[in-house]
C-alpha cells in the first residue's frame, strides 16, 4: 500500500539565503530555528558549486559528485520531515550552465549558495519520520 496521511499547510516562510551559505544546511537551519517537522521548500538562484548524488540502487549507497563552477539553481525541491527527532530536508535539484546544459540530483552538504530565494511552506498533522527501509536501503518514511 502507497503511504498517505494528511497534513495541513500552517505557515509559509519567504526568504534568501545568505552569500556563502552551504544550501542544504542553510534550509535545515531555518528549519530548526522555526520549528518546522514536516512540509516542503522550493528554490531557484545561483551557487558558486555543487555538490550531489546519485543513489546507486544495486550497492545501495550515494554516490557523490562535484561540479566546481558557477551553476544556476533553475529548480530546487524538496520536503521535510524528521530524521533521528531532528528535522531532515531532503531536496533534489537541477542545474544549469552558461549553455543552459542541465545537471541534477540528491542536494548534498557543500554546495555554496552564490543567492537564493526560497519558499518553505510548513505543515501540521501527520508525522513524518525517517526510517531505514529494508527493500531499499534508505532512511524512508515509515
Ligand atoms: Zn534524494
Redesign the pocket.
Known amino acids: 500500500m502507497p503511504l498517505a496521511k494528511p497534513v495541513t499547510p500552517t505557515r509559509v516562510f519567504m526568504g534568501r539565503l545568505a552569500h556563502g551559505d552551504d544550501l542544504l544546511e542553510a534550509l535545515v537551519r531555518i528549519c530548526g530555528a522555526q520549528g518546522i517537522t514536516a512540509g516542503r521548500v522550493d528554490a531557484i538562484g545561483a551557487v558558486r558549486m555543487a555538490r550531489l548524488a546519485f543513489?546507486d540502487q544495486a550497492e545501495r549507497e550515494y554516490r557523490y559528485f562535484e561540479l566546481d563552477r558557477p551553476l544556476e539553481i533553475t529548480k530546487l525541491m524538496g520536503n521535510i520531515s524528521l530524521r533521528d527527532g531532528r528535522p531532515m530536508v531532503?531536496a533534489?535539484v537541477t542545474l544549469s550552465d552558461r549553455d543552459g546544459s542541465a545537471f541534477g540530483g540528491?542536494l548534498a552538504e557543500g554546495t555554496i549558495v552564490f543567492a537564493c530565494e526560497y519558499v518553505i511552506e510548513a505543515f501540521a498533522g501527520a508525522d513524518f519520520v525517517r526510517e531505514y527501509d529494508v527493500a531499499t536501503g534508505l532512511a524512508l518514511w515509515t
Do not use: I, K, Q, V
Request: zero cysteines.
Open positions: 543513489y531532503h533534489h540528491h
